[in-house]
């Protein structure tokens, strides 16, 4: 850690320290080398560069870890907790925050019991750990069962077919990028994301070197995506179909006995239920509604097959629309079929040095869901957690069991969830919110109590989550780099911990986390190095509980990372199903794959069709107020074929009206040829214009919130995941009044 002088000591220290941490701004795990003068506040204070030695990512280096002086420095950042006082936010200090989360919170517990307080945490807590390690003893301490993430946008339905196809939500199986010579990849846009639920640096240079040993890369996407650029081959695909494509290509693979499941054969079960129910599924019947025709559908799946070393690879494109399990389901049918699980250049289970529960010794519980259920809609449970889509009706509908107050961590649901004039409503209705959150945004401005943390500079960081889906084994340990007097989140964690305990603002915090090591301990029956208190106590007792032979000290004195090698096979160990077997029939996925079948007799619908897109400068919500990553490229426009532009008087650069089945926005228009038709985009995590937030560069180029489209009653059924993508819309110019000039 860095020896700077402390902000309660005047002046800090101006000497240069140099230090080579992980970039915690997305799933890609970046080497940074950081020079910081001072405490970094000052223009020039903080000079990045990609570490060029770096275990992973070599030297690769995004627009958005090199920004990461500026998010440290951002003037609209949060130091100071908030209170809201008459209608406006106040800073104050942290005992009078504690004091008021205390007060109001044992208030809605006495009147309304322990369940009406929920918990929401968004992207971010997985990228520190703080809310990798702290935020399940909150949720033991409030006693709710009303637990919310942004998965539920997001990946769910990938971890729940892992969970019954493996037996746990935690065994994913991630692409070898680097050995494969076939990558078939469904509604992912790496090159952008840099990577989901696939840490996997410089993927554009992975990609590149798949064509360079000969190799193939066929992008299915209705958008061209620098992706798609960067591929052989781009099939436009029309949205919300993957599920059905990958039903044909697993029939023309197992019809055309392509089928050579290897090694696999011994450990896999429920084949030949998929050989029944992909049957209803030929690539003549699924053509006309996946926009893809039978010919090529045939021929994907006879490359795949062929391939010497292949993996199918879907992400947000297939987990975001209405058949995202099943989707999800199919990517890994499709990769075992082929023989291409667990072998090196197919799919692969990563085994991380910490925390990965397919790596502990001894048995481990089958993955089972819908253990509880939402009391409205009445959702099951998934992971511990309800979807998100329908918290709105679990704060708005009265009755007993009613949510009444809220906690989130890093999470902005009011924008970037489905139907979010409805959940701004929900939460401006709220007695009580809680927010550990560095800025005033969408959500907070809603909050009673705003708990700000340290910036990514300020505090000590390890990928215990992100490192479970690497596509290289390694770790790392970032120390901190600037000092602060903003205690560190895992602290402000434990003492709402103790709040919601009944133990008071001055519960003591050490005692608690000495608490939370004691269990983490007897989990692993290891014991910690002495002197280790936080974040560093739990992450050295999982690496002593690891698959390696580590400890933190090990990896602390490994700068630019350690090692573990590539990815290796895994199977049968990783497995805890029921049987033993990756079971391919697990009845969710049957369930799911007859209401798929049903929609092969619907009609295809000619209407307009709105999709997400990403970029590189942005991350969801939360990054558009750094002057480094705005303008340029990165804006949010409405684009459109020139086709449908023509049909429906659009023009380049005009605004026109977009009508979802939740409510409407207004958006510039951009004329492309890169969407195919009938397929419209908005990008994700824009609408900064509501007032009561605090944000001066955002709000100069608020964008629109295509999260005001969506409609939240439209779900993958098995895990209630929002359908964000595919999502049906008309669009109309709209007429821009002209001034008529008096002499």
């Known amino acids: 850690m860095s020896t700077t002088t402390s902000h309660s000591e005047a002046p800090p220290s101006r000497a240069e320290r140099t230090a080579h941490v992980t970039c915690p701004l997305c799933e890609a795990t970046c080497g940074l080398e950081v020079t910081v003068r001072g405490d970094g506040r000052e223009p020039g204070d903080v000079r990045v560069r990609g570490d060029r030695d770096d275990v992973l990512s070599r030297g690769y280096l995004c627009p958005k870890g090199a920004a990461i002086g500026e998010l440290h420095a951002d003037p609209d950042r949060l130091r100071r907790p908030l209170v809201k006082r008459d209608g406006v936010h106040v800073e104050v200090s942290w005992e009078e925050a504690y004091a008021e989360v205390a007060r109001r919170l044992s208030a809605v517990q006495a009147e309304h019991g322990r369940g009406s307080v929920a918990v929401y945490f968004g992207n971010p807590s997985a990228h520190h750990l703080a809310g990798a390690l702290y935020l399940r003893p909150l949720v033991r301490a409030l006693g709710t069962t009303q637990v919310y993430s942004a998965g539920t946008v997001d990946q769910v339905p990938k971890m729940f077919a892992s969970g019954y196809l493996f037996g746990d939500v935690a065994t994913v199986a991630v692409p070898d990028l680097d050995h494969t010579d076939h990558l078939l990849l469904l509604g992912g846009n790496p090159l952008v994301s840099n990577g989901s639920m696939m840490t996997a640096p410089d993927v554009r240079g992975k990609l590149r070197r798949i064509r360079e040993r000969g190799g193939s890369v066929v992008v299915v996407d209705p958008v061209r995506t620098r992706t798609a650029d960067a591929a052989t081959e781009h099939v436009a695909i029309r949205p919300g179909t993957d599920a059905l494509l990958l039903m044909s290509l697993v029939h023309t693979v197992l019809d055309e006995g392509l089928d050579d499941l ?15 129910v992909v049957a209803a599924f030929p690539p003549e019947a699924t053509a006309e ?5 039978a010919a090529t559908t045939r021929r994907l799946a006879r490359e795949l097959a062929a391939a010497d ?6 992400r947000m494109g297939t987990t975001t629309s209405g058949f995202g399990t099943v989707a999800s389901w199919l990517v890994d049918v499709l990769n075992v079929v082929t023989g291409n699980l667990d072998r090196p250049g197919g799919a692969m289970f990563p085994k991380a040095a910490a925390g990965q529960p397919n790596t502990r010794p001894g048995p481990r519980k089958p993955f089972r869901h819908g253990r509880w259920h939402s009391r409205v809609q009445e959702r099951p449970e998934v992971m511990s957690e309800l979807p998100v889509a329908t918290l709105p009706d679990e704060i708005l509908t009265p009755g007993a069991g009613r949510v009444r107050a809220v906690v989130t961590v890093g999470g902005n649901p009011c924008l970037s969830a ?23 945004n969408e959500t907070t401005r809603h909050a009673d109590v705003v708990l700000p943390g340290p910036s990514p500079l300020e505090r000590p960081h390890y990928d215990v989550l992100l490192y479970q889906y690497a596509v290289r084994n390694v770790a790392h340990w970032s120390p901190a780099v600037v000092d602060t007097d903003v205690p560190q989140e895992w602290r402000t964690l434990l003492t709402l911990s103790g709040i919601a305990a009944g133990l008071g603002p001055g519960a003591d915090v050490d005692a608690l986390d000495d608490e939370v090591a004691r269990q983490v301990a007897a989990s692993y029956g290891v014991t910690a190095a002495a002197g280790l208190t936080g974040p560093e106590r739990l992450v050295d007792l999982m690496l002593r509980g690891g698959p390696y032979d580590l400890t933190l000290a090990d990896v602390q004195a490994a700068p630019h990372g350690v090692d573990l090698g590539p990815l290796q096979p895994r199977l049968p160990e990783v497995l805890s199903t029921p049987s033993g077997t990756v079971e391919l029939a697990a009845e969710p996925f049957l369930r799911d794959a007859e209401r798929l079948r049903v929609t092969l007799d619907e009609p295809v619908g000619d209407g307009l069709l709105l999709v997400g897109r990403r970029h590189l400068r942005s991350n969801n919500s939360w990054m558009h107020n750094l002057p480094a990553l705005s303008g340029g490229t990165n804006l949010c426009t409405l684009q459109v074929h020139p086709d449908d532009a023509e049909r429906l008087g659009l023009v380049d650069g005009g605004p026109a009206r977009v009508v979802g089945p939740a409510g409407e926005v207004e958006a510039p228009v951009e004329v492309t040829d890169r969407v195919r038709t009938g397929v419209v985009t908005l990008p994700h995590g824009w609408g900064h214009d509501l007032p009561g937030t605090r944000g001066e560069v955002a709000a100069a180029r608020p964008g629109v919130n295509s999260n005001l489209l969506a409609d939240a009653r439209t779900l993958d059924e098995p895990t209630g995941t929002a359908t964000v993508n595919a999502v049906p819309v008309t669009v109309v110019p709209v007429s821009v009044p002209t001034l008529t000039v008096v002499d």
Request: hydrophobic content about 40%.
């Open 262 to 276: 290897g090694r696999l054969a011994e450990h896999v079960s429920g084949l030949d239920e998929v050989r029944e």
């Open 289 to 293: 509604h996946t926009g893809v025709d």
């Open 418 to 440: 489905p139907d979010s004039a409805r959940m701004q409503e929900a939460f401006g209705s709220l007695d009580l919110l809680v927010c550990v959150d560095p800025y005033l």
């Open 309 to 314: 070393r292949a993996v199918v690879y879907g």
